[in-house]
């Protein structure tokens, strides 16, 4: 079996050329058109002078076309670096200068904004070639490098995480078996692909032929006329798409939702009370919780039925991935210990493209083999922390840069978020820490309360009084309307830190 993005394409579009790839709207695109227009997109990028190995930036978003530009990369044997046309000036500037791309190509109607100018542009319509054969010499080797994805850039600037031909075909098949992904499957993505969760899925459209559905909005409303129109099977999401679909103005309560046997959430934990809704609103779908960095395509993942038993694991490692967790020192953790989630195994990252420092500090030779073992392929550490229960279950407990000491005790903010999060009187919250010359970190939380007005807010204050150790409860409240959003949905920290250092007279518990 060809172990590149494209040959493996080439075979699905080749089993299957009149079955649909992509569904949007009243659209459907077949394989065997998806292939004509990525092999007419590859020699236009030769026409327009790129060489296998470079870079083309894709600026994009969820449309046919796009889908065909990437495998006109691939068939070209370039490196896409995808970029969501949402993507500000300054994330445009710092891809530019990390890749040095020698394309950037995006559609007509969605020109990037400047920050580019040094890169040669073209919207994807003016790259119309010929549909050629693949050009010889074109197929790449598993270890070369077949995309990069951006981080969010969330702690400095975003980096570029590199993937390779092998890592992500023996990733979307290992994560297509496990799922139990059928060729007649209909996957619904209401994610950008330009990032890796929504790219996942669209690896599992081109490389196992599962349909893809592209709603016309990733909102409640265009997911639910997704679900209606084009009933699919499979629906990929995330906890703050759970909980838009659960909470505020939504039609998911008044929609058809008996065709969707598979859900599967990844991104962080899903709050209980809309897991319980979850489960409730679809009890015919099995529910795969997953977890995964950009850096690896995914880590570990809860199988059905452990779901309803353990709903606030995220599982064991996938197969071909040993998750541990490491003290600070490197050695291994003790059941129900606190520490480093450490992913051993397949699937991994090649690096950040030109940072070998940062590269170096996440990827590191593996500290648990044996002495005088032979070496082995490096481990990531991720970052995330967590523990192991004495089942083996994996449960997330924040990331490194939500840790905090109040009082001198040492807390995590994603535990205190999910004790919160149980009351039922916030429909969105987040909580971080400030630092504070007597407690160390002030803990701050910012939520949408249920109640609207004040008395929500006093609600909630007097809940978290009562209720969270003397460690736990925050000492400031900030009530919104609305919590700030990164591009891929996910709370936005940084935002709300920068809120909390310009509202030094909030009101004190």
Known sequence: MSADLYGLFERTAQARPAHAALLRGGEAVSFAALQQQSLALADGLRQAGVQPGERVIVWTENAPETAALLLGCWARGAVPVLMDHTEPRAHLENAVRRVAPVLLVHPGHSPPPAGADAVPMRPVEALAGAPNARPA?????????????????????????????????????????????????RLLCPIPWAFDYGYGQLLSTCLLGVTQVIPDAFNPFGICSAIAAHRPSVLAGLPS???????????LRSTDLSSIRVLTNTGGTI????????????PQAEVYLNYGLTESYRTAYL??????AHPTSIGAGIPGVDVVLLREDDTRCAVGEEGQIVHRGDYLFSGYWG???????????????????????????????GVIDERGLLYFRGRRDHQ???????????????LIHASGLATELAVLGVPHDLLGHEIWCFAVPSSAGADGLRALRAWCHAQLSPYQQPRRFEGL?????????????????????ARPSASVV
């Open 481 to 501: 309307a609305a919590l700030p959003k990164t591009r891929t949905n996910k709370i936005d920290y940084p935002e709300l830190r920068r809120l909390a250092a």
């Open 271 to 282: 709050p209980g009370p809309v897991l319980a809704e979850l489960f409730a609103a679809f």
């Open 355 to 385: 940072d070998p420092e940062a590269t170096a500090r996440a990827l590191r030779p593996d500290p648990l083999l044996p002495a005088g073992a032979p070496p082995r392929h490096p481990v990531l550490y991720t970052g995330d922390y």
């Open 241 to 251: 798409l759970f909980t838009y679909l659960f909470r505020g103005v939504s039609p």
């Open 137 to 185: 010499g074109a197929a790449r080797l598993p270890t070369d490098p077949a995309s990069i994805v951006f981080t969010s850039g969330s702690t400095g600037d975003p980096k570029g995480v590199t993937q390779s031909h092998g890592s992500l075909v023996r990733g979307c098949l290992t994560v297509g078996r496990y799922l139990g992904l059928r060729a007649e499957d």
């Open 404 to 418: 905090l000491k109040s009082m001198g005790v040492r807390v995590n903010a994603a535990e205190i978020e999910a």
């Open 303 to 308: 199988p059905p039925a452990l779901a309803r």
